[in-house]
């Protein structure tokens, strides 16, 4: 981070600086919400519920919209996005260890494999025959590699993480601790109580700039591959299936689980722990809530849902017990409605 | 692979090679669905949904039933169950790298753990003091096996695999990357806000052909040991708590989770998601579907089920909001009935 | 374990032996529960649900109340919090392999952090530059702990853990294998249809007593710090988003998801597979059944459930289809009740 001061972090991030009573030379150390940010933090505002913690605040300037500046008792950064702003300069405040682009004595390279310029090897990281790694990859301590697979260039591999055999993935990909790429699907055939293994001949294949949250997995393909394709932003502890296919630009948070031969369309959002069953397919621009099954086809974009939401344990009680009543009920109802049509009422 | 002629695949498998224009001869290289084939792959019919792709295929030959042969277009290879002829053909395609049975030089091996013949031991693999390896198992890169354990023959662990110590586990069983194995069970003892750990004295005990998916954990026992017998196969990210066992051949797909002193009877299948709390017993034979909650006993074999379905997240919110008005609803529908039961119509 | 005698462990524990057969110096070798133990085995009795296995135990003696001494064919060691006095008499049989308080030649330590007296590091540990172990703490095979990280006193991590730079835990934690922390937070600017990333600046806190189970993932924070208070216990596979904070003695069991910014109380008990969306507030004291989606503020202490609970899949179907014409059924009844009011019945 060598942007120190106010205008040289305006200047870097192609902000106007605006205000009556700017400190440009202000040296900024960090950045922090409205309502905690000091004199030496820059802020940001985007979201009207923070209304009342931007005209209180301290912070050495604040990036927001031209709209807001009225509203602001410090210095403003403006921009006509100011969450996507924000997002950059996160970037310059990150405090992150730079990797040196060495690779470490104690790791395990086979001779066979390529290695490109300026990669990055920590301790104990295994790399199998045959495998690629991109100019300018940092892989870290105790990853394991397969043999054959290709990362590409700038990516970020964390500590711990596993890659199995001809596991294909693009540039500038995150891959975060504990992920499992390219193992296998989950594909038994029955004879009589005993299951026959289907080797999965398939592999995993992640396009580029995609980000893979700690402990996920994702399994290769049972006989053509997995694919992630471009822009795809995976959190922690996410499943993805044999044979799936996620489409551009998609999120999918946390502990969701998207099942075999599923396919989820491009733009879309998978918010937490959502269940997608298999051989289900989800069109573009589709958004799903949290917790909620997917257990048929969505073709139209929008938004959809299911579970019941919360409620307090004695009441939900009585809930659920109606539930299973609600077939029945709804045949009540309509006998009542036929006796009413019938009655002089 | 050696198999390289529909002859010789023919010969492989034990299967009849049927049809009027068989070129025996043709190299084989692998396997596709029938719709992706091509002149070199072998394919596989055995649900009606694909007939439409069967007509079509344009692969090297089709495994399939004899009585659908007449619909095939190219060879076929008749089987009486042609998904587990698919599975028993896939194995013989799988490029899977072999792994030399060799010690690696920084692998940690304690000197008093007995070692298998054919054993393959990759890099930075640590065993503990007294832990016993079978004839002819694998174990992955960064594997690390903790002391007493005793591993079977021809098991495979994947990289990064943890086994606590005294962990038991069969023959021929697969271990995908980042499991934990033998890890404590949750127990603790209350003495007013606080926890007191409670030690898990159990072990963990692995039968024979068990597959434990990638990202999975399953505790020790608290007292007794947690079981999981022969022939179950179990998917990604899979939690199994202390105590828990599980019976011969069973099924559990990804994400589900198996609370403590919980039972699972044999040959039950369990798909994504699901959640089963503690103290529960599941008979055999018993399907739950996707993200189900059993929250009580299921003494009778059977397909169970719980949640909504999806929904478009506007209707769903109007639904959400009588569901807590259930109870009430059901009065109401009694007052009616007990109404009209009175009323002249 | 130097314990090996009835009245040894009486000693060891502070209770009182007492009954009228007491072989004080019967040789005791373990712990079991009631209808299991023999005569060389511990248990406990505490819960009704299981008296009539106590009218029968075979145990050496069984640790419980003073009123149900009568009930007992056995000794009895007399504690007014059997459950408690079992916690820690489990200590004193845990059969855990010690650590020896070395540091193993194949680990990598780098030069500028600081190991405290008596930590055992085991092979493949990495510890980056910066670090601090505390005194007494044990690192597992294969951890890798980042630059800057804190870890306390008398603290264990078991193998395959991953600290990314500057997580802060406390004394006394346990960790077990897989599990990653301060892991970057799921945060994205849209830009268009891009996702650009948003630095992670803040990092993880985690207090004193606290335990994580087993694949269990704790995101760093955006701007502030995700705090983890004392004595919080953590089941495995748990995923905690970042900015997140879990108050003291909060119990949360495995496969619970934590999204991002929420708060949870201190004494919670959030039981398995429960989600929780981003930005809810839940206050002290709260319970969450089993697999509940908390969708808003909790500001009530009391006990939440959301779901359906578990059906046969058939009656299940007929129940999915009517909630999702629950309004319609609503305004139906009303419509029925306004016409029976004005009906003459």
């Known amino acids: 981070m060598t942007v120190t001061t106010l205008n040289s972090l305006a200047a870097a991030l192609g902000l106007e600086l605006r ?45 927001l919209r031209a709209e807001d500046a009225a509203q602001c008792p410090v210095a403003c950064l403006i921009s006509p996005n100011p969450y996507l702003a924000y997002a950059k300069a996160s970037q310059l405040f990150d405090r992150r260890p730079i990797e040196a682009a060495t690779i470490h004595a104690a790791a395990h390279i086979d001779a066979s494999a390529q290695v490109g310029v300026g990669v990055a090897i920590a301790a104990n990281v295994v790399i199998g025959a045959g495998a690629i790694i991109g100019a300018g990859t940092i892989i870290g301590a105790n990853c394991v590699i397969g043999p054959d697979c290709r990362v590409g260039t700038d990516c970020r591999l964390y500590p711990n993480v596993s890659l199995y055999h001809g596991v294909v993935m693009g540039d500038r990909c995150i891959v975060h601790s504990s992920v499992v790429l390219g193992s296998d699907g989950f594909g038994f055939a029955r004879d009589g109580g005993r299951h026959h293994k289907i080797a999965q001949l398939g592999s995993l294949v992640i396009g580029n700039d995609v980000e893979i949250g700690a402990g996920t997995s994702i399994d290769r393909g049972a006989l053509a591959d997995t694919v992630i394709e471009d822009g795809v932003k995976i959190d922690n502890q996410v499943q993805i299936a044999h044979n799936v296919r996620i489409g551009s630009n998609t999120v999918i948070c946390g502990c969701s689980a998207i099942a075999g031969s599923s396919s989820i369309g491009k733009n879309c959002t998978i918010a937490g722990a959502v269940g997608v069953v298999n051989h289900v397919n989800i069109c573009d621009h589709v958004t799903i809530t949290a917790m909620s099954l997917v257990n048929h086809d969505i073709t139209e974009p929008g938004i959809y849902s299911s579970g019941t939401g919360i409620d307090v344990t004695g009441n939900w009680r009585r809930s659920i017990v109606r539930f299973r009543q609600l077939d029945d009920m709804w045949r009540r109802l309509l006998r009542l409605e036929k006796h009413q049509n019938k009655s002089p009422g």
């Open 19 to 63: 205000g009556s009573n700017i400190a440009a030379s202000t040296p900024i150390q960090g950045m922090a919400v409205l309502a905690a940010a000091g004199p030496a933090h820059i802020s940001f505002y985007h979201n009207p519920r923070y209304h009342a913690d931007l005209r209180k605040t301290h912070a050495a300037a604040v990036i």
